[in-house]
């Protein structure tokens, strides 16, 4: 059975980059599509971006366009966030989840499963 495990989430001041790490431990990642989503308490779960199971192809939230980088290495079963110029608004515990699909379509939290513990991300000065 699939279990991932997120982390690299911390403290980091706005501006500054950050880059999480998904990693995939009971199956290969090269069955599923992986999405990163964030969560604000109270609020339902945001999809941040996604990345298919041959990694080519990628999809990512408006609000994070051009900062944010998910990127995939099926070596080392892992999916990465590379987060730069991250804002005040940006701070949320991130999740990785899993879709068995090798496309990732809408990334609507109801579609993945295998949730990850989660990871906090704090911007701040």
């Known amino acids: 059975q699939l279990r991932l495990v997120e982390s690299g989430g911390g403290l980091v001041q706005p501006g500054g980059s950050l880059r999480l790490s998904c990693a995939a431990s009971g199956d290969t990642l090269d069955k599923y599509a992986i999405g990163w989503f964030r969560q604000v308490p109270g609020k339902e779960r945001e999809g941040v971006s996604c990345i298919s199971s041959s990694g080519m192809n990628t999809n990512y939230a408006d609000s994070v366009k051009g900062r944010f980088t998910i990127s995939k290495d099926n070596a080392k079963n892992t999916v990465y966030l590379q987060m730069n110029s991250l804002k005040p608004e940006d701070p949320d515990v991130y999740y990785c989840?899993?879709?068995?699909?090798?496309?990732?379509?809408?990334?609507?939290?109801?579609?993945?499963?295998?949730w990850g513990q989660g990871t906090q991300v704090t911007v701040s000065s």
């Open positions: 989840a899993a879709r068995p699909k090798p496309e990732c379509g809408a990334m609507w939290y109801r579609y993945f499963a295998s």
